[in-house]
C-alpha cells in the first residue's frame, strides 16, 4: 500500500468516526498550536481501556493500518500492543499513526488536564496538550528531534503570552 500524502487531518476524523479517546500530541500539536513546524507523523496518547482499544481497532480497520515493524513485515494491528504504555507504531493508507499508552509517565487521565480542544472546520473537535505540557513532554524525551523542536515550540509559546 503506497502512502502518497500524510494526512493527519482524515486520520483525525476516522479516529472521530469511531469515537476514540485520545490526546493529539507531537508535532501534528505543535502545528495546531502555530508552531511553524513539519511533521509527517500524527502521535497520540490513548485511553486504555477495553471499549476504547476496540474503538481503536475499528479505526485501524478502516485506515488499513498495520503494525510498522523491522524487515518490512506487515502485521495486522494488536491489541496488546495498544494495552500497554509503550508506542503501537502504525502505517495507514493516510500516514503513520503512532499509539502512545504513556508519555513522560503520565497515561490519558493524567495528561488530560494538561490539554485543550480545539475545533477544527467541518465541526472535528480534538484534543491537544497545552503548549507548556507538550514543551514539557519534548524536553523529558531528550530525543535529538523533539530536542531540535524545543526552540521553535517556546518561541510560539512566547509570542502567544505577547499576543494574549
Sequence with gaps: MPIHHFSYRA????????AVQHIVIGGVCGVAHGAPITTFDLDLVHLRTPENID???AALAELDAFHREPGGR???????????????LFTTTLGSL???GEV??????????????LALAGNLKIRILDL?????????????????????LRQTLAERRRHN
Design 74 to 88: 506487515r502485521l495486522a494491528p494488536q491489541r496488546t500492543a495498544l494495552e500497554g504504555a509503550g508506542p503501537a
Design 104 to 117: 513522560s509517565g503520565r497515561d490519558y487521565a493524567e495528561l488530560l488536564p494538561h490539554t485543550v480542544e
Design 55 to 57: 474503538r481503536i481497532l
Design 132 to 152: 507548556d505540557t507538550l514543551i514539557e513532554v519534548k524536553s523529558r524525551a531528550g530525543r535529538p528531534k523533539d530536542i531540535a523542536m524545543l526552540p521553535i
Design 11 to 18: 486520520i483525525l476524523e476516522a479516529l472521530d468516526r469511531s
Design 98 to 100: 503512532d499509539f502512545m
